[in-house]
């Protein structure tokens, strides 16, 4: 069974820092592509941040490019997401997703961020 579970949501002042994990089971972690993704409310989802199989290319959404930074440890089938100097605009649900090819496309429930003071 697949499973992404993610967490390290919650509530962070502006200017704060937050990490989230996702942590995957059931499926080949180490082939698949990582990415996170956003949506805030009544937005449509967006690409956060992804990080390529075997701990190579990243890429990041203009918005957050020098705030967060996507890592992976294939051994522990996790990624996360370091997200510093956080902005009230970075309140969002973040979902993370693996990818290897067609059919092979998983999501995780999500956790909530909210930045707030």
């Known amino acids: 069974q697949v499973q992404l579970v993610e967490s390290g949501g919650g509530l962070v002042q502006p200017g704060g820092s937050l990490r989230l994990s996702c942590a995957g089971s059931?499926?080949?972690?180490?082939?698949?592509?990582m990415t996170w993704y956003r949506q805030a409310p009544q937005k449509e989802r967006e690409l956060v941040a992804g990080?390529?199989?075997?701990?190579?290319?990243?890429n990041y959404a203009d918005s957050v490019k020098g705030r967060f930074t996507i890592s992976r440890d294939d051994a522990k089938k996790t990624v996360w997401l370091q997200m510093n100097s956080l902005k009230p605009e970075d309140t969002a649900v973040y979902y993370c997703?693996?990818?290897?090819?067609?059919?092979?496309?998983?999501w995780g429930k999500g956790t909530l961020v909210t930045v707030s003071a």
């Open positions: 990080i390529a199989s075997a701990g190579g290319s990243t």
């Open positions: 059931g499926f080949t972690f180490k082939v698949y592509s």
């Open positions: 997703n693996a990818k290897w090819r067609s059919g092979f496309d998983y």
